[in-house]
């Protein structure tokens, strides 16, 4: 089992539409939690970090559930500049200090 | 920097030649970490410093791979006698610390012959 998994997609969305991703992890012992966001393969940029009492940056909110062990993102009112990968980033903090990436999910959001 | 400053930006060797990567992180952050990208979307973790000491290298095939962080110079990757299969992007990160997100350079995109 992948230590961070998340539903690869496409999800292909009308603009305006609400859309949600979730993202699943196996370490109890994570620590935070964070989105980033892709395109086109270049350098991921932070969407927003994750907060036990979830938390919303406009038309994004993020949440996390540490009993089921996953993460999720919404994202309302779609543009079509949201079209990318998000992907879900887990810090693992047992006897190390790595950020884990989950592979992604492509989001397109069409006219 | 305010940037993670990554290069060169593009890289092409033949087979068995050698392959060195360099990163700057943000001035200021501990941490860095290098990650290869593949295909799609699969990052894989290669190893990460805090400061100039190997924090976790469990990621890294040993064999080829070595990494190094001195004091005043941009950190560096170098695969010795590269394969097909190391072709990908090379992403490196710096962070403040435990539970920062990590900040990202552009990436060097290595193309091996």
């Known amino acids: 089992r992948k230590e961070v998994e998340q539903d690869p997609g496409p999800f292909n969305v009308p603009e305006g539409a609400t859309v949600a991703f979730n993202c699943t992890y196996s370490n109890s012992a994570s620590q935070s939690f964070f989105w980033y966001r892709q395109d086109c393969r270049k350098e991921p940029k932070l969407l927003m970090s994750v907060y036990s009492s979830g938390n919303e940056d406009g038309r994004f909110t993020a949440q996390l559930n540490r009993a089921s062990q996953y993460i999720s993102l919404l994202i309302r009112d779609s543009k079509l500049s949201d079209s990318a990968t998000y992907l879900c980033?887990?810090?693992?903090?047992?006897?190390?200090?790595?950020?884990?990436f989950g592979s992604g999910t492509r989001l397109l959001v069409r006219p | 920097g305010e940037e993670v400053a990554q290069t060169p930006k593009h890289l092409v060797r033949g087979e068995g030649q050698k392959a060195k990567l360099y990163c700057a992180p943000i001035k200021g952050h501990s941490y860095v970490f290098w990650y290869q990208q593949v295909l799609k979307n699969e990052f894989k973790f290669l190893i990460s410093f805090q400061n100039e000491n190997v924090f976790d290298e469990t990621g890294m095939p040993k064999e080829r791979f070595s990494a190094k962080c001195l004091p005043n110079s941009p950190c560096s990757l170098e695969i010795q006698a590269t394969k097909l299969e190391d072709s990908a992007v090379y992403f490196c990160a710096s962070s403040r610390g435990f539970q920062s997100p990590l900040h990202f350079g552009n990436g060097t995109r290595l193309t091996v012959t």
């Open positions: 980033v887990v810090n693992i903090q047992d006897s190390s200090y790595k950020l884990i």
